[in-house]
Nanobody, 125 residues
Framework: VQLQASGGGLVQPGGSLRLSCAISASGTILVMNPMGWYRQAPGKQRELVAAITSGGSTNYVDSVKGRFTISRDNAKNTVYLQMDSLKPEDTALYYC??????????????????WGQGTLVTVSS
């Protein structure tokens, strides 16, 4: 199973970015639940930013409520994080995470928790 995150970059305060995380696996992905985005700023612990269940329920850390939106496209095995009204304190490495159950090429069902490689978001003027 691989999670490929993209979409990070440098943006001015008040700007927007959209992160994407595409999930692939050898075999068939059966369940992706939940899926989420974490971030880690320099000198700080990694924190959960937003998560979404297979049923579409979402939750957000208080600091991003009303500014960030998490969504998923099950047909594309992709989770997104739309980030608006960005602030300098949003600067961090953003990681996608998913609890995935998949059937491998041998027909074995495997469940595990997986991380993407991180994409850097820098909010600065």
């Amino acid at each position: 199973v691989q999670l490929q995150a993209s979409g990070g970059g440098l943006v001015q305060p008040g700007g927007s970015l959209r992160l994407s995380c595409a999930i692939s696996a050898s075999g068939t992905i059966l369940v992706m639940n939940p899926m989420g985005w974490y971030r880690q700023a320099p000198g700080k612990q990694r924190e959960l930013v937003a998560a979404i269940t297979s049923g579409g329920s979402t939750n957000y850390v208080d600091s991003v409520k009303g500014r960030f939106t998490i969504s998923r496209d099950n047909a594309k095995n992709t989770v997104y994080l739309q980030m608006d009204s960005l602030k300098p304190e949003d600067t961090a490495l953003y990681y996608c995470n998913a609890q995935i159950t998949h059937e491998d090429v041998r027909g074995t069902v495997v469940a595990g928790n997986y991380w993407g490689q991180g994409t850097l978001v820098t909010v600065s003027s």
